[in-house]
């Protein structure tokens, strides 16, 4: 029969030698906190309870009409081009074209996205506050100061107008901080899905080159076209000189 001190002699060798072993091997624990995937989950929620909605408030029911023969010819200036496409806005002919679908770098015609998406979620009368991230950025910009304030409707002009990439980023700062969350890259690919933009990827508001940052001629003039006809603001920005 095993005493009692015996079983304790056996308890201590083990203890003794998994520590050996362990040591030996450098074995070291690592403790996974759950704080990180609780927070991307929540996250998640909210976005599709708050943001996603407002994203979905205008429909588009405007498509393009493709011809397999041009209708004119866009002359030498366009051939040039990587790709264009000339649309008639009323009834979504598109009149001639090239590379209509392919992906490419659109510099600042991203602000089209970030002034529709600041709409959406935002109204034009709201104040944000410039963070010293946006007053930082490279030109394009106004030259926005850390601490002022200025509305979403002033912001909006000095982005469609002097194309002000500071005016972009104090945009997505305070409608991210209106939120509690950083949501904007994110609703403006959202908002692309939703319009059925298959070409198209944002990583920033302002156009700065990436891999994954594109569109094409056609998801362009989709979104030209939706933002004109649908945000009254945007098409009176746009119509000044």
Same mark, same amino acid.
């Given at each position: 029969?095993?005493?009692?001190?015996?079983?304790?002699?056996?308890?201590?060798?083990?203890?003794?030698?998994?520590?050996?072993?362990?040591?030996?091997?450098?074995?070291?624990?690592?403790?996974?906190?759950?704080?990180?995937?609780?927070?991307?989950?929540?996250?998640?929620?909210?976005?599709?309870?708050?943001?996603?909605?407002?994203?979905?408030?205008?429909?588009?029911?405007?498509?393009?009409?493709?011809?397999?023969?041009?209708?004119?010819?866009?002359?030498?200036?366009?051939? @040039?081009?990587?790709? #264009? /496409?000339?649309?008639?806005?009323?009834?979504?002919?598109? %009149?001639? !074209?090239? &590379?209509? =679908?392919?992906?490419?770098?659109?510099?600042?015609?991203?602000?089209?996205?970030?002034?529709?998406?600041?709409?959406?979620?935002?109204?034009?009368?709201?104040?944000?506050?410039?963070?010293?991230?946006?007053?930082?950025?490279?030109?394009?910009?106004?030259?926005?100061? @850390?601490?002022?304030? #200025? /509305?979403?409707?002033?912001?909006?002009?000095?982005?469609? %107008?002097? !194309?002000? &990439?500071? =005016?972009?980023?104090?945009?997505?700062?305070?409608?991210?901080?209106?939120?509690?969350?950083?949501?904007?890259?994110?609703?403006?690919?959202?908002?692309?899905?939703?319009?059925?933009?298959?070409?198209?990827?944002?990583?920033?508001?302002?156009?700065?080159?990436?891999?994954?940052?594109?569109?094409?001629?056609?998801?362009?003039?989709?979104?030209?076209?939706?933002?004109?006809?649908?945000?009254?603001?945007?098409?009176?920005?746009?119509?000044?000189?």
């Amino acid at each position: 029969m095993i005493t009692r001190s015996f079983k304790i002699f056996l308890l201590s060798l083990v203890l003794v030698f998994s520590g050996s072993v362990i040591s030996k091997l450098n074995f070291k624990q690592t403790l996974v906190s759950p704080l990180p995937a609780i927070r991307e989950q929540k996250t998640e929620i909210m976005f599709a309870k708050q943001i996603k909605p407002k994203l979905e408030l205008k429909n588009n029911p405007f498509q393009l009409q493709k011809s397999f023969i041009p209708l004119v010819s866009a002359g030498s200036d366009f051939d @040039e081009a990587a790709a #264009y /496409s000339v649309v008639d806005t009323e009834f979504g002919q598109v %009149i001639t !074209s090239k &590379n209509l =679908s392919k992906r490419l770098p659109i510099a600042s015609l991203t602000k089209i996205m970030t002034a529709v998406v600041a709409l959406d979620l935002a109204d034009k009368t709201e104040e944000f506050t410039i963070s010293a991230s946006a007053a930082s950025q490279i030109p394009t910009k106004v030259m926005l100061k @850390e601490g002022e304030r #200025y /509305s979403l409707e002033t912001l909006l002009h000095f982005l469609l %107008i002097s !194309s002000a &990439n500071d =005016s972009a980023e104090a945009i997505k700062d305070g409608i991210d901080r209106k939120f509690g969350e950083s949501i904007f890259i994110k609703a403006m690919n959202q908002k692309a899905e939703f319009l059925g933009l298959k070409n198209t990827h944002f990583t920033n508001t302002k156009g700065l080159d990436g891999d994954a940052h594109f569109s094409s001629a056609e998801d362009l003039s989709l979104l030209s076209i939706y933002a004109i006809k649908e945000y009254p603001e945007i098409a009176a920005i746009v119509s000044k000189e």
